[in-house]
C-alpha cells in the first residue's frame, strides 16, 4: 500500500539528517583525473571526466515508502549539478521487463535497481568490487548476507546492496493481552495455540504463505520453513529442499491455516496484509513497518493497539529474512557515462550521505554494515525499537550456500518456496505441493 507523509523528505532535511554541510563533488579517484591531461594549455583546467555524461537510472518504486524515491533523487539531482552531468530516473512497479528490454538493446539504463539476485543479469552487469570495497571498508565490513548475495565464487561483486528488508512480527497487542499474552509467543507452537482462540473470535492472523507477493512471498514462509530445520540447499550446492524437516514444517504450516489463520492469506499480494491488518481483520501478520508507519498517521488507535517481535523460534532455532534491494552496473555503459555512474554510486553511499536513507525508511530498509549501529539512522519509536535486533538475525534466500547460485536466484525470482506453502496450505497435501515444486526447481535448472 502506497502512502506519502504530509511532509515530504526535502533536500533540506536530507542534508540536516545526514550531518553534512554540503555534498562532496569528487568523484572515484580512478574517475577523476588529477591533473589536465598532456596538451592541455597552461593554466586551463581539464574538463572533469563527468562533463555532459548522463546517468540513466532504472528500478522500481518504493511505493510502500516513497520518502526513500526522494532521498535518491535529490541527492543525485544536486550531485549531477556539482559534476556538469544529468541523472535521469524511470520507474516502474512491473521493472523486469524493462531491465530485459535495456539489456537486450544496450541503451535506456546504466544503473538498475531491483531486489532478487543479480545472479539472474550476470552477464549484463559490470564488477563493482571496487566500489564495494571502500564502502564495506568504512562500514566495518559488510554482514556476510551482502557477500553471499552480491558475490561471486571469483570474487567479484554484481551489485552494490542498498540494505535489507526484514520481516517483523506485526500483532495486535490489545488482543493478545485478552488471551493473557504480554507479547507474542516464542516459539511458533505456542503461536499456534493461542491463534486458535484468536481465530475463534474472528481474529485469524494472515501469514503470506503464497507465490502472488515477491517480497511477502519470498520472507514469510522461510521464517517458518527455515524454524523447522527445513533449507533450499546443502554447503555443497546440492538441493536440500526435499526432507523430513522440509515437510515438518509444511504440515506446521498446513495446521497453522486450517485453525489460526485467514483462509485468503494462500493468495496474499504484497498490499493483502496490510490491508487486512490496517482494517483490524488480523490479529498477527509478518511484514516490515509499512502496517504500523501508516497507522501511526491515519488511525492512531490502532497503532497504539499494535506492536512488533521477532520471528517465533521453532524446533531448529529462530530465523529471520532478509532480501537484499541493489544497485548494480549494466555493461553496455562506457566512458564518460560510466565515470559519472560510478562517481554518483561512489558519493551515494558514503555513510555521510547515505545514512539519510536509512533514517527515512525508520527500520523499512535495514544497513548491512555493523558500523551503521551507533549511527543516528535508527527508529526512535520504541514499538520500532526491533529494527537493531533484525538486521544481525536476517539470512538471505538459500543461505546454507557458501555463495549465491543462479538457480538459488532463480527459486527466489519465480518465489517457488511460496508457491510450495500455498499449494500445500491449500490442498492439505505436503507431499503432492513438495514434489510438484521440485519439477519446478528441475525445470529451472535447466535455465541455471
Not at 181 to 207: C, H, N
Amino acid at each position: 500500500m502506497a502512502f506519502t507523509y504530509s511532509q515530504p523528505f526535502t533536500r533540506r532535511t536530507f542534508l540536516k539528517s545526514a550531518g553534512m554541510m554540503t555534498v562532496g563533488a569528487v568523484a572515484l579517484a580512478a574517475c577523476v583525473p588529477a591533473a589536465a591531461p598532456a596538451g592541455a594549455p597552461a593554466g586551463e583546467a581539464a574538463a572533469p571526466a563527468t562533463e555532459g555524461a548522463t546517468v540513466r537510472f532504472l528500478g522500481g518504486p518504493w511505493s510502500f515508502l516513497p520518502e526513500l524515491d526522494v532521498v535518491i533523487e535529490d541527492f543525485a539531482n544536486q550531485w549531477a549539478a556539482e559534476n556538469n552531468a544529468t541523472v535521469t530516473f524511470e520507474r516502474d512497479a512491473q521493472v523486469l521487463p524493462k531491465i530485459q528490454t535495456a539489456i537486450e538493446t544496450g541503451s535506456g539504463a546504466n544503473i538498475i535497481q531491483y531486489s532478487s539476485p543479480p545472479q539472474i543479469f550476470a552477464n549484463a552487469l559490470i564488477d563493482v568490487s571496487d566500489l564495494t570495497a571502500p564502502i564495506g571498508e568504512e562500514g566495518g565490513g559488510y554482514l556476510p548476507n551482502a557477500s553471499y548475495q552480491m558475490g561471486t565464487e571469483d570474487g567479484k561483486w554484481l551489485g552494490v546492496p542498498l540494505g535489507q528488508h526484514n520481516w517483523f512480527i506485526n500483532y495486535r497487542q490489545d488482543w493478545l493481552q485478552e488471551e493473557g499474552y504480554d507479547t507474542f509467543p516464542d516459539t511458533w507452537e505456542e503461536a499456534l495455540v493461542v491463534g486458535k482462540a484468536l481465530k475463534e473470535k474472528g481474529r485469524p492472523y494472515g501469514m503470506t504463505f503464497s507465490d502472488q507477493a515477491s517480497g511477502d512471498g519470498n520472507g514469510v514462509p522461510r521464517l517458518v520453513l527455515w524454524a523447522f530445520g527445513g533449507k533450499e540447499f546443502n554447503e555443497d550446492g546440492s538441493l536440500a529442499l526435499d526432507s523430513e524437516e522440509t515437510l515438518a514444517a509444511l504440515e506446521f504450516a498446513i495446521q497453522l491455516h486450517n485453525d489460526a489463520g485467514d483462509p485468503g492469506e494462500i493468495g496474499y499480494d504484497d498490499g493483502a496484509n496490510n490491508a487486512a491488518f490496517l482494517a483490524s481483520k488480523l490479529s498477527m501478520t509478518a511484514n516490515v513497518n509499512t502496517i504500523y508507519l501508516p497507522a501511526t498517521k491515519n488511525d492512531p488507535a490502532l497503532a497504539e493497539a499494535m506492536n512488533h517481535a521477532l520471528p517465533p523460534q521453532g524446533p531448529a532455532g529462530r530465523f529471520g529474512y532478509g532480501q537484499l534491494p541493489w544497485w548494480g552496473v549494466l555493461n553496455q555503459t562506457t566512458g564518460a557515462d560510466l565515470d559519472a555512474t560510478l562517481g554518483l554510486i561512489s558519493e551515494f553511499f558514503k555513510m555521510d550521505n547515505f545514512g539519510a536513507f536509512y533514517k527515512a525508511g525508520q527500520g523499512y530498509i535495514l544497513p548491512l554494515l555493523p558500523n551503521y549501529e551507533n549511527e543516528d539512522i535508527w527508529p526512535e519509536d520504541p514499538k520500532l525499537a526491533i529494527a537493531k535486533d533484525m538486521f544481525k538475525l536476517a539470512l538471505p534466500a538459500g543461505h546454507a550456500l557458501p555463495q549465491q547460485t543462479k538457480l538459488a536466484a532463480l527459486i527466489q525470482d519465480k518465489i517457488l518456496i511460496g508457491k510450495l506453502f500455498s499449494q500445500a496450505c491449500s490442498t492439505g497435501d505436503a507431499r503432492a505441493a513438495l514434489d510438484g515444486v521440485m519439477k519446478d526447481i528441475a525445470d529451472l535448472e535447466l535455465l541455471a
